[in-house]
């Protein structure tokens, strides 16, 4: 489970800003929403947390940033000598800041091992990465590495807890590679972990990286994972009794452009296709519709079940971008709480989400307080995020209401000219 993140320096989050997954002392909801992890330094991990904010105030930021993070573990490796990283984009807004490296850090836990991970870079190369590890209580400094401007090499420190071939590892990473992924790659165990945690338990769900609808699709030609599908478009009111995937052999024609040339291939070719068709029953008759027959709001929800209830099943962390995009807030709330049912979600799965369904603030049973946050765009342009218990809210009190009222801030800034409003 992934217990906090921190970033600093990328796009409009300047100064460093933590999310947050340790629950509070308040035992609220604590059953549904939190998960006992048996350790001290954090008794309890949230399963959900929501972040709210105007638009253009650094949200989908915070999303990218750990999906940025994602991506240098995964691919940094395979880097040639010399190759820079894309799309790494420091503040802009102040000649300081563009300077400097951009830094990562997750926390997370492991089979009950607690590991703080992080690392800085610039375009051109690693500046440092550092591996705490907390098998007790005093954390173990497994290895720490740090870039020596004088030197003009990567200085390196390893622990003694830190095992297998250290030299061959540092020797093998170059300067715009991770010392992470580099060891993973040649058969590091003790690293594994963590590495792991990126590539195959953490799912992120934003514009630049959309539900797959295959996935779902492939979940639907097998009968109890259909069977979920279909029962949970029926728990959200959609009068769906079944679904059907036929395969068909179809012509597929393909057009490719030589942008040298400006040449125009155009080559069709027999390949298997997926219809999926929907089974509509009502007490008045009965009706098939294709997939594009079906609303936006439907086929969203279709291609983010199959991903959530396997998600539910493996106990991943799932972050994505406006969950409420197409989907009634009714939807968003039975999402949300199927992370928070322990029957349904028995592996310790997260869900991190931005929106601006303010009504979710004041569902009845849904969120804690310690599971809202919101992020505020200063004058300066650079993004703050902080919880809603800074305001130490009352237990009873009207969220929404006090959101929408400017008593947490995070709204946009409209003035009366915006409006059309004459004076």
């Excluded at 921190?6 to 947050?20: H, T, Y």
């Excluded at 994505?320 to 310790?348: I, K």
Aim: aromatic share 8%; proline share 4%; charged share 25%.
């Amino acid at each position: 489970m992934l217990v906090e993140f921190r970033i600093k320096n990328f796009r409009s989050l300047r100064d460093e800003q933590v999310l947050s997954l340790v629950a509070s002392n308040d035992n609220t909801l604590l059953e549904n929403n939190a998960q006992g992890t048996g350790l001290k330094a954090a008794p309890h991990l949230l399963k959900s947390a929501v972040v709210y904010g105007a638009n253009a105030s650094g949200k989908s930021n915070l999303i990218k940033a750990l999906q940025y993070m994602r991506g240098v573990v995964l691919e940094s490796a395979a880097l040639q000598p010399g190759q820079t990283f894309d799309r790494l984009h420091p503040f802009k807004l102040d000649a300081t800041s563009s300077a400097l490296p951009t830094e990562f850090e997750v926390t997370l836990i492991i089979d009950n091992v607690r590991y703080q991970y992080g690392f800085a870079m610039t375009t051109q190369r690693i500046v440092s990465e550092h591996l705490l590890v907390y098998k007790a209580f005093k954390p173990q400094r497994w290895f720490e590495r740090h870039f020596d401007a004088e030197k003009g090499k990567d200085v390196y420190d390893f622990g003694s807890n830190m095992k297998g071939a250290k030299n061959l590892w540092e020797g093998a990473t170059r300067p715009n590679a991770l010392f992470l992924s580099m060891a993973v790659q040649l058969n590091s165990e003790a690293l594994r972990p963590v590495f792991d945690w990126f590539v195959n338990r953490l799912v992120i769900f934003n514009e630049q990286s959309p539900p797959s609808p295959q996935f779902s699709v492939q979940m639907l030609k097998k009968e109890e994972q259909r069977n979920a599908i279909c029962e949970l478009l029926n728990a959200a009111d959609i009068s769906i009794a079944d679904i059907e995937v036929a395969t068909k052999q179809a012509m597929v024609h393909t057009i490719k452009f030589d942008l040298t040339t400006g040449k125009r291939e155009e080559t069709a070719s027999e390949e298997a296709v997926d219809e999926v068709k929907f089974h509509h029953i009502t007490e008045h008759g009965e009706a098939v519709f294709d997939l594009m027959d079906e609303s936006s709001g439907t086929r969203n929800l279709l291609f983010l079940t199959g991903p959530i209830l396997d998600i539910l099943n493996k106990g991943l962390t799932l972050v994505v971008d406006e969950l409420d995009t197409s989907l009634h807030t009714r939807l968003v709330q039975a999402l949300v709480r199927l992370f928070h049912r322990p029957e349904v979600n028995t592996g310790g799965a997260q869900l991190i989400f931005t929106t601006h369904d303010t009504s979710l603030l004041d569902a009845y049973g849904l969120l804690r307080r310690d599971q809202v946050w919101f992020v505020e765009k200063r004058p300066d342009q650079s993004s703050s995020l902080y919880p809603l218990l800074d305001f130490s809210p009352r237990k009873n009190e009207a969220l929404e209401r006090g959101y929408l009222q400017g008593r947490y801030g995070a709204l946009p800034f409209l003035r009366n000219q915006d409006l059309g409003v004459k004076h």
